[in-house]
């Protein structure tokens, strides 16, 4: 079964609007969770690297104050996209590792279709 | 760096037949993972299969294995009979152990199965 939960799966909303959307490791701790977002076609490209208990690590581009994350439990990140843009529209999927060893995949949650009208 | 390279965009492969994925990879770092990760059009991104670079034989879950040739740098992922339901795009993906946890993705492939 599912070992990462993503709320919610589907967003259509208003231009000006802040969404948030959950990410959950349902039965381990996850220290760091990452965010990625994927145009059409394309490959995942990583947002931010959410760290528990300390800031988030962006990636070149990214606009911190535009996606707010936040790692407030070893279970829980949340990613706001403020003020929210069509341009913001696509698909966001948040990613956590289980704790032991390099083997360890990222496990995916199952994405959030964000539609900006 | 790194980088991971998919060089087929797409692919057909008739049912039951065998087909291949091409990655390669671009790495100085000497200890690092690679990873082969499904994403059917639903969205969800599944696990698949892992190839550390130090494990001498390549890795095999069920019908999926990975051709890793070390030194070539590359880390193909083999479909043996191929189903219906195999049709999705497909992400090999790096991890370096000098670079955290932090996944690099290649471009993609999508696969369609034909019946």
């Known amino acids: 079964g599912a070992v990462v939960s993503q709320h919610p799966s589907w967003v259509i909303c208003k231009s000006g609007t802040s969404v948030k959307i959950e990410c959950r490791s349902l039965?381990?701790?996850?220290?760091?969770m990452f965010w990625y977002r994927q145009f059409p076609k394309q490959s995942l490209m990583l947002m931010a690297t959410s760290n528990e208990g300390s800031k988030a690590t962006y990636e070149q581009g990214v606009e911190k104050d535009k996606f707010l994350i936040n790692h407030a439990s070893l279970t829980l990140s949340t990613l706001t996209v403020t003020s929210a843009h069509p341009e913001d529209s696509s698909f966001y999927i948040c990613?956590?590792?289980?704790?032991?060893?390099?083997?360890?995949?990222?496990?995916f949650g199952d994405g959030t279709r964000l539609s900006i009208l | 760096a790194q980088k991971i390279t998919q060089t087929q965009p797409g692919m057909f492969v008739q049912e039951k037949e065998a087909v291949t994925l091409d990655c390669t990879y671009d790495?100085?770092?000497?200890?690092?993972?690679l990873f082969w990760y499904k994403q059917p059009s639903s969205g969800e991104m599944i696990f698949l299969i892992y190839?550390?670079?130090?494990?001498?034989q390549n890795a095999t879950e069920g019908r999926y294995s990975l051709n890793f040739q070390k030194a070539r740098k590359s880390a193909n992922l083999v479909i043996s009979a191929s189903q219906l339901g195999d049709s999705a795009m497909y992400f090999c993906a790096m991890r370096s152990n000098n670079a955290g946890n932090m996944l690099t993705f290649g471009g993609g492939t999508r696969l369609m199965v034909k019946p």
């Open positions: 790495t100085s770092d000497q200890s690092y993972g």
């Open positions: 190839q550390g670079s130090y494990d001498e």
């Open positions: 039965d381990f701790q996850a220290t760091t």
């Open positions: 990613s956590a590792i289980r704790l032991g060893g390099p083997n360890q995949p990222q496990h």
